[in-house]
């Protein structure tokens, strides 16, 4: 450590989250000071803070890492920058390095294709801070919450393009004749004053970002363009000079004047085709409406969608878009949610039910009651996922990330090698200079940078459009490898809206007080089978007691006090814990578990002795694209298993139904998050589909994870990949975008790689010209977008949305 390190320590702010007394205090400190590097480490209960000294060698990101094994967390903010001035990979890691310096930034993330940077800071560390990291390293930032796609004001235009290639035309008119046999050579200073404007103003763009480069101490395409396309004009003027008075030779200025022109092209064309990456985002933000009819005190009113407050009446008209997330208060219609669920039909609505802000009423007038506004609406979550996606890197943009890192410095040394060669082996050194000229133009680290992260906008904005909600690229990536798809059973292959479907009293006891006393542990329950007991309950007219002191056995059933008697419902597990067995109702319990039922048990306790009060089989509805989904996964060669806390009957008869051949029932649901795990640790890549609240450890513990929405929010926020819908053929959908999207990244990487691997060695031979090396690098990057945007084709088998363009 350097003496002005320990003179001037930097001071770094942690806001600390869990600590709940003077221990944990303590264990933080302790944990702090214990990273190399960190010279003092106070922590603030009260203000639940850690002021940390540390030399410039320790970053934020190490000591958040350091403060989350101890057993606490570190509070961050996400902030999104625009980013201008970027062209290539190297200018990416280069503005990734400049914000990781910032003292309190702990990730950032910056996607070339839409020219965002994502970065991940504590509380403390504020914007301007981060913009001037970015503008330190040679760019310009501003702040980018906006749509995800390049500022239409930034937008390369075309009259650059225009005349860059009237100026270059006339230079490269002798070539093109020659090809004709036609021998003409054009006066050299009329060369000159054709090649000059678009050397220096054309190109002066290639020339300000190189010379940032330079002075941040790296490179980028920018300066291997500025340094190809000078030395070319360069050589020109000199070898016009030295001859004018002896007959002209061959000049390059239509090599300088060519590239530039052509990567001109190249950028505009790559721009266009970029917009379209950002097709997805484009069409989600087109579904906010601006305004909505809302009626308050009996008058209705047109008012910005901003005003909208949770609990106003909204009025739909026919024709009209929802503009807020609501419930329907009056009224009924047909709802088309095709850009939100990908479902293609539209949906029929009453009294009670649901709709999402953006979608489309069709025929009827609605009143509908606010429950969402803003960030909080399904659409605004839908955007910020789909962004969340697109922002993010996949795994294996890492490889990238370390080529591009020393890509131009590389480049350039086999630029000098190539030059120094033929000099040595020809002493013609203006030979020479055209081959390094032809290395320069040909490198290209634009597509590098692009590959990755359009293939990856590409394919979670169509997914999106079909209903799947990819979370974030690294999801997308793996999915394509998935070998296993486990499902939870209820709520997930089935309805999740099981009905009572039999009661069967012990003897000595009648159906109606069993239903009663099962009613009255259910009353306060949301769960869905207490919903089926209450319904019936309310149907026969049951009259339902009381019940105290109920709580819950998690994984077994619920139990309480019921006009002084202990009485439980719960599974055939918790039977078997109590030392029970069925006795009678054996039969009774085999027969209906056969049929696909699910069974509990109403045990009565007396004292010390307890003993079976009789059985409720419970029946839920397979759902009818579950089938299909399976056997989709069998075609695509993925096993199947079945995850269920449901007796062995009741699972077998769902899986036997479906074809799922592994079946694990009785699963409690901590238990679900051990068998995921023990199918990853034998070598399976591993998805979990689930809905609800008890999926959330397993969802968390499989190699990719699904929830479907409307399940507990705690599965949407665990899974990295939601499905709008509860069609499961969903599942198989996404795993072939994934598919189809992977192989886009390494046709992309592959190419990106190739015009390189194979250009560069052709270039230092001298058997590529500066102007085909230009050409080349220009349509690279355009080629790799291309064919990302190919992906747009893309249709899964659960639906046909309609088009949005």
């Known amino acids: 450590m350097s003496t002005a390190e320990l003179s001037n320590p930097l001071g770094i702010k942690l806001q600390v989250t869990g600590m709940t007394c003077a221990s944990c205090v303590l264990r933080v400190e302790k944990t702090l000071k214990a990273v190399p590097g960190v010279q003092a480490a106070s922590v603030n209960l009260a203000t639940e803070q850690a002021s940390v000294s540390v030399d410039a060698s320790v970053s934020a990101q190490t000591l958040a890492a350091a403060v989350r094994k101890a057993g606490y967390d570190v509070a961050t903010t996400q902030t999104v920058l625009q980013v201008q001035g970027m062209t290539c990979a190297s200018c990416v890691a280069r503005v990734e390095k400049a914000l990781l310096k910032v003292p309190g930034v702990t990730s950032a993330s910056v996607n070339l294709a839409t020219e965002k940077a994502t970065v991940q800071a504590l509380s403390t560390v504020p914007v301007a801070a981060l913009k001037s990291a970015v503008a330190k390293a040679g760019y310009t930032a501003s702040d980018g919450q906006g749509e995800a796609q390049p500022q239409a004001g930034l937008a390369p235009d075309w009259w650059p393009v225009a005349v860059g ?39 002066w763009r290639f020339y300000r970002a190189g010379w940032k480069a330079v002075l941040a101490g790296t490179g980028n395409m920018d300066l291997l363009v500025a340094l190809g396309t000078s030395a070319a004009y360069g050589l020109s003027v000199y070898l016009l000079i030295k001859h004018a008075a002896h007959g002209m030779p061959h000049l390059y200025f239509e090599a300088s004047a060519a590239v530039i022109t052509l990567v001109l092209l190249g950028k505009w064309l790559e721009h266009r085709a970029k917009r379209q990456t950002t097709d997805a985002i484009r069409s989600l933000n087109a579904l906010r409406p601006a305004s909505a009819r809302v009626r308050r005190d009996g008058v209705e009113s047109d008012i910005p969608v901003e005003q909208v407050v949770v609990g106003d009446l909204v009025i739909v008209r026919p024709g009209d878009r929802v503009a807020v997330d609501a419930e329907i208060v009056e009224g009924r219609s047909h709802i088309d949610e095709s850009l939100i669920t990908g479902e293609s039909l539209p949906v029929a609505k009453g009294v009670g039910d649901k709709v999402t802000g953006g979608a489309i009423n069709a025929e009827g007038l609605l009143t509908v009651r606010t429950t ?27 490889i990238v990330d370390r080529v591009s890192a020393v890509f131009v410095p590389v480049v350039l040394g086999i630029a000098l090698a190539t030059f120094l060669g033929w000099v040595l082996w020809t002493g013609n ?11 320069l133009v040909i490198a290209c680290p634009c597509a590098l940078g692009l590959a990755t992260p359009t293939a990856i906008m590409v394919g979670t904005g169509v997914a999106a459009r079909h209903g799947i909600l990819i979370k974030d690229a690294e999801a997308l990536e793996v999915a394509h490898a998935v070998t296993v798809v486990a499902f939870d059973k209820t709520g997930t292959l089935t309805e999740g809206k099981p009905s009572l479907a039999a009661v069967v009293p012990a003897e000595g006891l009648s159906r109606e007080e069993v239903l009663r006393l099962a009613a009255a542990l259910q009353k306060s329950s949301s769960h869905p089978l207490a919903v089926a007991v209450m319904d019936k309950a309310r149907d026969e007219r049951v009259p339902v007691p009381e019940a105290q002191q109920v709580v819950a056995l998690p994984g077994r059933g619920v139990e309480g006090m019921v006009r002084g008697q202990k009485v439980a419902l719960g599974s055939t597990r ?27 048990w109403l045990i009565g306790s007396e004292g010390d002795r307890r003993r079976v009060l009789g059985l409720l089989a419970f029946g839920d509805t397979v759902k009818a694209s579950a089938g299909a989904a399976v056997a989709r996964l069998h075609e695509l060669g993925i096993r199947t298993v ?25 699963v409690l649901p901590g238990d679900k998050a051990a068998v995921v795990k023990q199918l990853c640790d034998e070598g399976a890549v591993v998805a979990f589909v689930g809905d609800g609240l008890n999926d959330g450890p397993a969802l968390a513990a499989a190699s990719v994870s699904y929830a479907m929405a409307g399940g507990a929010d705690v599965a949407t926020e665990t899974a990295g990949i939601t499905l709008m819908r509860g069609d499961l053929r969903l599942v198989a959908d996404s795993l072939d975008v994934s598919r189809r999207t992977y192989s886009k990244i390494k046709q992309g990487l592959f190419w990106a790689f190739g015009y390189n691997v194979l250009g560069i060695p052709l270039a230092a031979l001298g058997l590529l010209n500066p102007v085909i090396a230009g050409a080349a690098m220009a349509f690279s990057s355009v080629s790799v977008v291309a064919n990302a945007l190919t992906l747009r084709r893309w249709r899964g088998a659960a639906s046909a949305p309609k088009d949005t363009q």
């Open 429 to 439: 050194w203006e030979f020479a200079l055209i081959n390094a000229v032809a290395v």
């Open 372 to 398: 969402a506004i803003g960030a909080e609406t399904t659409l605004a979550r839908i955007i910020r996922m789909v962004e969340s996606a697109q922002a993010g890197k996949a795994p294996i943009q890492r």
């Open 574 to 600: 918790l039977l078997r814990e109590l030392g029970l067995d069925e006795g009678a109702a054996q039969s009774d319990a085999s027969r209906l578990e056969s049929e696909g039922k699910t069974v509990s």
């Open 642 to 666: 079945m995850l269920t806390g449901d007796n062995h009957g009741a699972a077998q008869a769902v899986a036997q139904q479906l074809g799922i051949a592994e079946v694990r029932a009785e």
């Open 165 to 203: 290639a009237s100026l270059t035309v006339p230079l490269m008119a002798p070539m093109l004749l020659a090809l004709f046999g036609v021998d003409w050579m054009m006066d050299g200073w009329v060369q000159l004053a054709l090649a000059t404007p678009v050397q220096f103003w054309l190109g």
